[in-house]
């Protein structure tokens, strides 16, 4: 999952940065407006944590821009504003979600995954499809409770292609996702088929089926057995 964080207060965009990466998150970061509009204009992330209180830019004038522009980025707003106009502003303006500071992390992370949930439309931080069960939270991915053991890649892309089931997932759209970066995406192809390679030939050992499907010129889409549509 590919995170931007906004935040000016440097000591604390640095916890929340390397807490989010050791918890598995790409992310890129921004200590002002104009830095992450920019960035937020040249990629495509999954999730904007916005700190509203920045030297030069008003956070809801950036929140406005994400919406208008990247329809698929949620956004949670962290900020120290805690009157309770400027979170209703926040949400009015098509935030998803508010965290107070000063927070624990441990939350923001339960309001990260709460928020991922809501966007694809699950409840639990458990997937189950085709006799898969993936634990979204400890990012492990098991078989009839046998534990298959997959590099990080591996379960960035099976995780991110089963929360995007039945539906073809672009070799862009998995670049942006696991490697946060588009510019290099000929050279990430290639990474692409390796690891659906590998992927393909761990979960065979577990589950019969075409069920990892490359779509020629396009991407590659995960389908579920007896899907009713
Ligand atoms: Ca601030």
Not at 41 to 68: C, M, Q, R
Request: aromatic share 8%.
């Amino acid at each position: 999952m590919h995170v931007l964080i906004v935040e000016d207060e440097i000591q604390l965009l640095k916890e929340v940065k390397s807490y989010l990466e050791k918890e598995g998150f790409i992310c890129d970061e921004a200590s002002t407006g104009m830095v992450a509009s920019d960035k937020l204009f040249s990629n495509n992330y999954d999730l904007l944590l916005l700190d509203l209180g920045l030297p030069d830019y008003d956070g809801i004038d950036l929140l406005k821009e994400t919406v208008a522009n990247s329809k698929n980025t949620a956004v949670i707003i962290l900020s120290a504003r805690s009157a309770i106009e400027d979170r209703i502003k926040g949400l009015n303006f098509g935030a998803d979600d508010y965290l107070p500071k000063p927070f624990s992390l441990l939350e923001l992370k339960s309001r990260i995954m709460a928020v991922m949930r809501r966007k694809h439309g699950i409840r639990a931080n458990i997937l189950k499809v085709n006799k898969l069960q993936v634990d979204l939270d400890k990012r492990i991915v098991t078989c009839e409770g046998n534990p298959i053991a997959l590099t990080r890649k591996e379960y960035d892309i099976l995780s991110f292609l089963i929360l995007n089931k039945n539906r073809v997932v672009t070799r862009l759209q998995i670049s942006e996702h696991i490697w946060g970066d588009i510019i290099e995406e000929n050279y990430n192809s290639n990474y692409i088929d390796v690891h659906i390679k590998n992927l393909r030939k761990k979960l065979a050992e577990y589950i019969e089926g075409e069920f990892l499907e490359t779509v020629r010129g396009i991407g590659f889409q995960f389908n579920e057995f007896n899907n009713p549509l």
